[in-house]
């Protein structure tokens, strides 16, 4: 697709179910980000990837999180025993590479946790 | 990394200019100033991005101080489409962190 794909738009699950949320970047964009954003708040950066390279993972918020990313294209962020304060709406956003700032987002996933 | 403050929120009459400044103190010579917005229930938007010198493009402008530390991005002409929330971000090593900006309202 022409844009940042990402899936479920919407998922509500009860509490203590494990979810994954997918992530398609734009087709030749080596970097691809995570962030997180609750209700009424701003966007809190949760993990990025790099080409080949080590993700940064400095910002997940706890170990119920991880995110992985095959063949430097397609990423799922995983959340075990999700809680409900996990609630918010979870967006990715690749760019071209690690030296541009222009990042296009996905529309995101919004996660109700009940 | 550098940090930003905003104001929380501004007003605009439609069809006047948006001024909407951003403080970064923290500055370092290399590190790039981006401007994003954020329409309610979308993802974040491009807009634009400069180092020392004024930017200009289809959407908007870009002041920079000369000592860099604040910026401005003006919106020439604001109209209603252009209500949203606008973050300023100075990124290095590809963090971005993008606070909660300043919500901008056009007002008919």
């Known amino acids: 697709g022409a844009g940042v794909s990402q899936s479920p738009s919407n998922k509500v699950t009860e509490k203590g179910k494990d979810v994954e949320l997918r992530c398609d970047p734009i087709?030749?964009?080596?970097?691809l980000y995570w962030y997180r954003q609750s209700l009424g708040q701003g966007l809190e950066f949760l993990i990025y990837?790099?080409?080949?390279?080590?993700?940064?993972k400095s910002g997940l918020p706890s170990d119920r999180f991880s995110a992985e990313r095959t063949g430097g294209s397609v990423s799922t962020l995983t959340i075990q025993r999700t809680q409900q304060e996990d609630s918010a709406v979870y967006l990715c956003?690749?760019?071209?590479?690690?030296?541009?700032?222009?990042?296009?987002f996905g529309e995101g996933s919004r996660l109700t946790v009940l | 990394d550098a940090k930003t403050t905003q104001p929380t929120s501004m007003d605009c009459a439609e069809g006047r200019a948006a001024n909407l400044p951003c403080n970064h103190s923290t500055i370092s010579g290399n590190e790039y100033v981006y401007w994003y917005r954020q329409i309610h229930s979308q993802g974040p938007q491009y807009i634009i991005h400069?180092?020392?010198n004024n930017e200009t493009n289809e959407m908007a402008s870009l002041i920079i101080t000369e000592d860099r530390k604040s910026s401005t991005l003006i919106l020439p002409h604001a109209t209603l489409r252009d209500t949203a929330v606008y973050y300023c971000?100075?990124?290095?090593?590809?963090?971005?962190?993008f606070g909660t900006g300043t919500s901008l309202t056009v007002i008919p």
């Open positions: 400069g180092l020392k």
């Open positions: 990837f790099q080409g080949n390279s080590a993700p940064d």
């Open positions: 087709s030749g964009h080596t970097a």
């Open positions: 971000i100075v990124i290095s090593s590809n963090q971005f962190y």
């Open positions: 956003a690749s760019s071209r590479t690690r030296d541009t700032g222009e990042l296009f």
